[in-house]
């Protein structure tokens, strides 16, 4: 028998975004349903045991768990329904809402609602996007698994590894294997310079003395029921392999942080615009898509470095995904923000000149400026809306701005946003 069941607006994915956006939907008014797929409220922050959460939320460094049961028994006071262990397996338009066929052990529940939020985070690279040959044998692990394996399962997933890709996550495993009495033999990044944060490269690698080699990759893997070892080569600007570069080194294990993507099949479904850089739906500074109804946040708009902004844009989401789903606004005026030369991307890529909300610009640099930049948005008339400087950018650590209230929109050509390099 399939259950029915209706709310204003159904949230999914109860990680920091869409508990964020559940808790601000339902403080304007709105009827909202949760449906997670897991067991628990949290998403990745569960199995972050390291400190470091909330510094910009709280003023305080909380450990991830820390950090999700704050907002887990804010949504459990507020009497938010949320539905676990139960997976969307259908999603569709219905009029002008939509419904969900959702699946878990009790069966099949269809769920109909008027606005949708997609806070289904991100996914991680696996050793098949980064082509490395040889066999599969046990061993190869991403680095958010090994992560869940250490600190929620409690087991050890090697005894000597090799963690390809200077990630955030592969360096936090790097220290953690170290302290769980893992061999960790190095980092290897096949770009010239570290992914991950500069604090993490210090606090992770530099403090635990864990070797990082720049410019050098994971060709092969050997063995053939578990890992014996791997061949590194360095690689050259273009980032191919050198010959005559390569070396064997003995290992059993491969921590593979190599890149997150946001996860968006239930996007795709929609037929939601996707950016071809972040890989998250285009939204605008509501962090509505451009699909009408359809609100997005979170990792899965881009994957962000912390969580503070996680839960920043959960609740945008929700308090707007709340106005749209009670008939409080309908028509939107969208025009571009255009991120220019010397930007990796910026979010949102629209504004709404119809909506009253300041538009908060997250972006990062697409390469290292060590002396700084100054960053603007400047309308097609050449007036300047923002201009700031930043004493250094680099494309791991993500920035934030917020254009000033009144600033005005309604040209269709939108704003450009700039930056010129200092020091140049
Ligand atoms: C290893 C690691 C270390 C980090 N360290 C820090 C740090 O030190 N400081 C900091 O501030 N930030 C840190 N971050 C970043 C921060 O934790 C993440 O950005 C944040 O957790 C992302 O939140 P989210 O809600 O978007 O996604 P997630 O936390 O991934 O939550 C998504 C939720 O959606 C659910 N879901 C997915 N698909 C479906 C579906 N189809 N149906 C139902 N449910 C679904 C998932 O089960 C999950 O619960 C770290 C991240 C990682 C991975």
Not at 123 to 129: G, I, K, L, S, V
Request: glycine residues 12%.
């Amino acid at each position: 028998m399939i259950e029915r069941k209706s709310a204003d607006l159904v949230v999914l994915g109860a990680g920091p975004a869409g508990m964020a956006a559940a808790c601000a939907a339902t403080e304007s008014g709105a009827a909202v349903l949760v449906v997670e797929r897991e067991e628990r409220a949290g998403g990745i922050l569960k199995q972050c045991v390291h400190d470091g959460f909330g510094l910009v939320r709280y003023g305080e460094k909380l450990t991830g768990p820390e950090y999700a049961l704050r907002d887990a028994a804010t949504l459990r006071a507020m009497g938010i329904p949320v539905m676990y262990d139960t997976f969307v397996s259908r999603v569709a338009r219905d009029g002008d809402g939509f419904i969900l066929h959702c699946v878990n052990r009790d069966g099949i529940t269809e769920l109909r609602a008027r606005a949708l939020v997609l806070a289904t985070g991100c996914r991680e690279r696996t050793d098949r996007q980064v082509f490395i040959h040889g066999d599969r044998p046990a061993g190869v692990y991403t680095a958010g698994l090994a992560q869940y394996l250490v600190n929620v399962q409690g087991l050890k997933p090697g005894r000597k590894a090799v963690i390809l890709g200077s990630g955030d996550i592969g360096l936090i495993m790097a220290r953690r294997l170290c302290l769980e009495g893992v061999e960790v033999e190095g980092v290897y990044e096949i770009k010239n310079e570290p992914s991950g944060l500069s604090r993490n490269v210090r606090q992770c690698l530099e403090d635990f003395s864990i070797p990082l080699e720049l410019s050098t990759t994971v060709l092969a893997v050997h063995g053939r029921r578990r890992v014996e070892g791997v061949t590194l080569a360095r690689v050259d600007d273009r980032l191919r392999p050198i010959p005559g570069s390569e070396r064997e080194l003995a290992c059993d294990t491969l921590v593979l942080s190599v890149g997150l993507i946001p996860e968006n099949e239930l996007a795709r479904s929609l037929e939601v615009p996707l950016d071809g850089v972040t890989r998250g739906p285009r939204v605008d500074q509501d962090m509505h898509t451009l699909a009408d109804g359809v609100f997005a946040c979170g990792n899965a708009v881009h994957v962000n470095d912390l969580v503070d902004y996680v839960s920043e844009s959960g609740a945008v989401a929700g308090e707007a995904a709340a106005a749209w789903a009670r008939g409080g606004r309908k028509a939107r005026s969208l025009v571009p923000l255009k991120a220019g030369p010397g930007f990796l991307y910026a979010v949102p890529q629209f504004v709404d000149a119809a909506s009253e909300r300041p538009p908060t610009v997250y972006f990062r640099s697409n390469s290292t400026m060590p002396d700084g930049a100054t960053v603007s948005a400047t309308t097609a008339g050449g007036s300047v809306a923002f201009s700031r400087r930043w004493q250094a950018l680099r494309p791991p650590e993500m920035e934030r701005f917020t254009l000033p209230a009144g600033t005005a929109f309604a040209d269709e050509a939108g704003l450009l946003l700039g930056l010129e390099r200092s020091g140049r």
